[in-house]
């Protein structure tokens, strides 16, 4: 029988298959606990994160807790004894995630690349450096970067659309710069400047002249240090705009510096020597000093492990423990190193990139370069554009693993463009050249069989 129009026109044929459009709010909870049943335990944190339903079915089922027990070698239903409490749990999950971190530099690597900057080239008058995409800070899934074109640059870590633009005073050169949630804090020639992340001009510039060449800069709220030319750091209050304080540090130009919780200043010299003083108090509390007495070109410091990392235009690495003030590894790993990060919480590998663009991985407790990559040579793969509107187009690329017997002036220059800056996320690392481009080494272990993915999971049930 064909059904008619309540108002007597034509027949209304019923479709035959038609499916009943079905959201994921809509799957009930024993399909999404079959699903969630499917996925590693990373995904399985992530959708715990997605809503309110979804965190209150994978706590209800203990997903996580029988996940992470049969993982270690238990049961698929943990005893009474062994289960877990949220802080307990969310500490080995943590733990879990450092080891993964750690585990994804031995596999394989991807390479995403896009134009960042301008292409102009200009020079950082106090270090005769070129500065064209100069230095990179990622956090809270997104990237920061500055460079020669006077403007800084907000990406998101996903989509790599460009999120926000900041520009620079007057055509004053960025030096260095940081950021958080709420702002962003630049280090513009002799004068600090803070712009809000709601898109308002800059709020604060400090009295021209109060900075001698400022040359580095940190900051923890309320404050903000400048390491400058003069051998001093110069300490801000961010909100009077006044120098509360100068701490003389060195006696060469501090290159680069670290603030640590506790409230001291780490700062590095153009004469080799590192300097901790105390941030309140102005006072010196030790000295430390790199053997070859090259320039100090970045610092790094741990808070979970309280080592302290250093490399230097000599190509040097080193680590010191700073509960013992001593040495624990230096090693020549580069012609020269300009950055070195590691993952916030990992106390296992740190990341280390320089002139001759090779990207390394250490071992943070032995110095041992545990892993080493450049670039492959080979076309570009499929170009992605991100954003329509700013006409992003990134590119794919793959990396290639090198060995410690590897020459690397046998790799074309083109393969491994010179390091600048780097910054080190969840088993990912952005890099910026002396070029054009900021580039994305996403690392992965290599897929075994069996693996799920939500989404495709998800989208197979509705559409059953």
Partial sequence: MEGTSSGGGSPVKKRRGSRVAVSIQGVNHDILCMIFALLDIFDLVRCSAVCKSWNEVIDKYKLLQILYHKLQGGSMVPSSKSCFSERSLKACIEQLAMEHHRLSFQGLTDIEQWKGHSIRLHVNHFSNLPIRAGKCRMKMGLILTGGGDKVMRLWSLESYKCLEEHFLPDLAPLVDFDFDENKIVGLVRNRMCIWRRNGKRSIFRSREGTIVNGLCMSYIDPEAVVGCEDGTARVFDMYSKQ???????NSGPVRCLALSDDQCVITGSSLGNITISGLSSG????????TDNAVIRTLCFNPCSQLLFAGSSAGYAFCWDLRTM??????????DVYSMQHLSGDTSTIAAGGTDGVLRILDQNTGEVVAAYVMEDSPAGPALTSSRKTGTVVERKKGRRITEHTHIDSIPSRCRPPISCLAVGMQKVVTTNNGKYIKMWKFRKEQTS????VRNLMFVYINI
Avoid: E, K, P, Y
């Fill in 326 to 335: 001593r040495t624990l590894w230096r090693n020549r790993i580069s012609r």
């Fill in 450 to 453: 069996g693996g799920f993915n």
């Fill in 243 to 249: 120098c509360s304080r100068i701490i003389r540090v």
């Fill in 283 to 290: 006072q010196q509390i030790a000295r430390l000093r790199s």
